[in-house]
T-cell receptor, first 113, second 114 residues
Framework: DGGITQSPKYLFRKEGQNVTLSCEQN?????MYWYRQDPGQGLRLIYY???????QKGDIAEGYSVSREKKESFPLTVTSAQKNPTAFYLC????????????FGSGTRLTVV | AQSVTQPDIHITVSEGASLELRCNYS??????LFWYVQSPGQGLQLLLK??????LVQGIKGFEAEFKRSQSSFNLRKPSVHWSDAAEYFC????????????FGKGTSLLVTP
């Protein structure tokens, strides 16, 4: 079945360490998105990519970085510059510019101690 | 500023009672509108969406939503709630910029009592 795989489901890191969250899709979708979810805050856009080798900052990009070297992969790195990295992270994909069908992964819960 | 507002942070309803979750948006034009549901620790599932046409939209799991342009609202309704409907509900819009990224409200947490 086509879908989005986020791994791992739970991730623990020590403060000051960079960590990379994986997002892989086999939907052949062009656009991919990263969201951060905190209780009572909804989902906030971190980064998005509409084509390979191109990505744009969202509303809360500070302390994060991404890459889009392959169509199917859009990893998110949470750097030590992110002040409050503990959160639930969701990856999504959309098939094309004139399509509004979004598929979400099941998320990664990152805890920084 | 463009925004999506879900006025109710928490809602509690009895099983079998009707439900209405509110959503208001602030955009220059009519955006594309969505309702998603999220179970704890899970991703999002699409309930329904509105792009144009009939302002009453039917979705999955017995949900419906009505778009009211004059009120800039897109409220979600269900005539009879089941215990399994307890979850977090998000209203979202696609404003057309930011790579067509969904812009979400802060969510409404639904609790269903026996």
């Amino acid at each position: 079945d086509g879908g989005i795989t986020q791994s791992p489901k739970y991730l623990f890191r020590k403060e000051g360490q960079n960590v990379t969250l994986s997002c892989e899709q086999n939907l052949n979708h062009d656009a991919m998105y990263w969201y951060r979810q905190d209780p009572g805050q909804g989902l906030r856009l971190i980064y998005y990519s509409q084509i390979v080798n191109d990505f744009q900052k969202g509303d809360i990009a500070e302390g994060y970085s991404v890459s889009r070297e392959k169509k199917e992969s859009f990893p998110l790195t949470v750097t030590s510059a992110q002040k409050n990295p503990t959160a639930f992270y969701l990856c999504a994909a959309r098939s094309g510019q004139n399509s509004y069908g979004y598929t979400f992964g099941s998320g990664t819960r990152l805890t920084v101690v | 500023a463009q925004s999506v507002t879900q006025p109710d942070i928490h809602i509690t309803v009895s099983e079998g009672a009707s439900l209405e979750l509110r959503c208001n948006y602030s955009y220059g034009a009519t955006p594309y509108l969505f309702w998603y549901v999220q179970s704890p620790g899970q991703g999002l599932q699409l309930l329904l969406k509105y792009f144009s046409g009939d302002t009453l939209v039917q979705g999955i799991k017995g949900f419906e939503a009505e778009f009211k342009r004059s009120q800039s609202s897109f409220n979600l309704r269900k005539p009879s709630v089941h215990w399994s409907d307890a979850a977090e509900y998000f209203c979202a819009v696609v404003p057309g910029d930011s790579g067509y990224a969904l812009n979400f409200g802060k969510g409404t947490s639904l609790l269903v009592t026996p």
